[in-house]
T-cell receptor
Framework: DGGITQSPKYLFRKEGQNVTLSCEQNLNHDAMYWYRQDPGQGLRLIYYSQIVNDFQKGDIAEGYSVSREKKESFPLTVTSAQKNPTAFYLC?????????????FGQGTRLTVV | GNSVTQMEGPVTLSEEAFLTINCTYT??????LFWYVQYPGEGLQLLLKATKADDKGSNKGFEATYRKETTSFHLEKGSVQVSDSAVYFCALSESGATNKLIFGTGTLLAVQP
């Protein structure tokens, strides 16, 4: 089945550690996105990539980094510089950069700082 | 900048009641508009979309009409079920070079039997 797979589903991080969230898609989509979800704030865009080896900062990129070495994969690293990383992280992909196309979402990773 | 405003929840309804969740937007150009649904502990799923003014999106008994004159995209359903309990997000896709989605804050719907 085609889709987006995020792993792990739950992740615990100690303060000062970097952690990497995985996102893989087999939909052959060019564009991929990372969103952060906090209660009462909707989804906020962290980074997005429209093509392999290229990505742009979203609205809240500070403290995060990404790579796009393969079309199928768009991992997100939450660095120790991110002061409040506890949140639900959602990865999404879409066919391309047409505004009419829908985004497909993974099941999310819940990150908790302990 | 572009933005989406949704009515705050939670919205609590009895089964078979009529549902309206209000959504208004601010955007330059001609955005596409979407409603996504999120069930507990899961990612978002597209519920419906509309890509130009006066378009009506519909799916699973839900409807929304793209109203440019009032910059609105209100979600409606004539008779809700317990299984419709979820968080509903209104979103717009910016016109231009990217497909970035701008989301509202989400509205929690709780349907009681």
């Amino acid at each position: 089945d085609g889709g987006i797979t995020q792993s792990p589903k739950y992740l615990f991080r100690k303060e000062g550690q970097n952690v990497t969230l995985s996102c893989e898609q087999n939909l052959n989509h060019d564009a991929m996105y990372w969103y952060r979800q906090d209660p009462g704030q909707g989804l906020r865009l962290i980074y997005y990539s429209q093509i392999v080896n290229d990505f742009q900062k979203g609205d809240i990129a500070e403290g995060y980094s990404v790579s796009r070495e393969k079309k199928e994969s768009f991992p997100l690293t939450v660095t120790s510089a991110q002061k409040n990383p506890t949140a639900f992280y959602l990865c999404a992909s879409s066919i391309g950069n047409s505004r009419n196309t829908e985004a497909f979402f993974g099941q999310g990773t819940r990150l908790t700082v302990v | 900048g572009n933005s989406v405003t949704q009515m705050e929840g939670p919205v609590t309804l009895s089964e078979e009641a009529f549902l309206t969740i209000n959504c208004t937007y601010t955007a330059t150009g001609y955005p596409s508009l979407f409603w996504y649904v999120q069930y507990p502990g899961e990612g978002l799923q597209l519920l419906l979309k509309a890509t130009k003014a006066d378009d009506k999106g519909s799916n699973k008994g839900f409807e929304a009409t793209y109203r440019k004159e009032t910059t609105s995209f209100h979600l409606e359903k004539g008779s809700v079920q317990v299984s419709d309990s979820a968080v509903y997000f209104c979103a717009l896709s910016e016109s231009g070079a990217t497909n970035k989605l701008i989301f509202g804050t989400g509205t929690l719907l709780a349907v009681q039997p």
